[in-house]
């Protein structure tokens, strides 16, 4: 299965955000820089579906920018996945009119392919944002 590059870049811009020392808010340009160059245009775009579920939120105004506005522990990644990708077609059969696949009355591909979608969301839904970052050092062990 491959991911819409909007979805792999939001999933990269929560990770980003999570990983901040306490809830910093990164800028649309750092954000850019960090994701490879990514067009702020695109960004903003991603920025907003973000807010639109309640994942992030933006800051205005000198030292604003986006943070997120859910726990990294709360945001499965399957949902999140789910979420993004709507129902973008798997293979032809799976086109909202249907495609044009000539076999469809006698293939059980469809279901095939139908299930493993639903088992690839249910497994990444065992994994939050929070799982996706390196753990955190704890403090430094004391001299003896």
Do not use: W
Not at 42 to 70: D, F
Not at 112 to 125: H, M, P, V
Request: proline share 4%.
């Amino acid at each position: 299965m491959r991911l819409l590059a909007s979805t792999d870049f939001a999933l990269r811009t929560l990770m980003l955000l999570a990983h901040q020392p306490d809830d910093q808010p990164l800028n649309v340009e750092t954000l850019s820089r960090l994701l490879g160059g990514l067009s702020r245009n695109h960004l903003h775009k991603i920025v907003q579906n973000l807010s639109a579920m309640g994942l992030v939120r933006t800051i205005r105004g000198n030292g604003g920018g986006v943070v997120l506005a859910a726990a990294p522990d709360s945001i499965k990644v399957g949902s999140l996945i789910a979420s993004l990708e709507g129902d973008q077609p798997v293979v032809e059969c799976f086109r909202e009119d249907g495609g044009c696949c000539t076999l469809t009355p006698v293939c059980h591909l469809k279901g095939f392919i139908g299930s493993a979608r639903g088992n690839f969301y249910r497994e990444l839904d065992q994994r939050t944002i929070a799982d996706c970052l390196p753990k955190k050092k704890s403090g430094a062990r004391a001299a003896r």
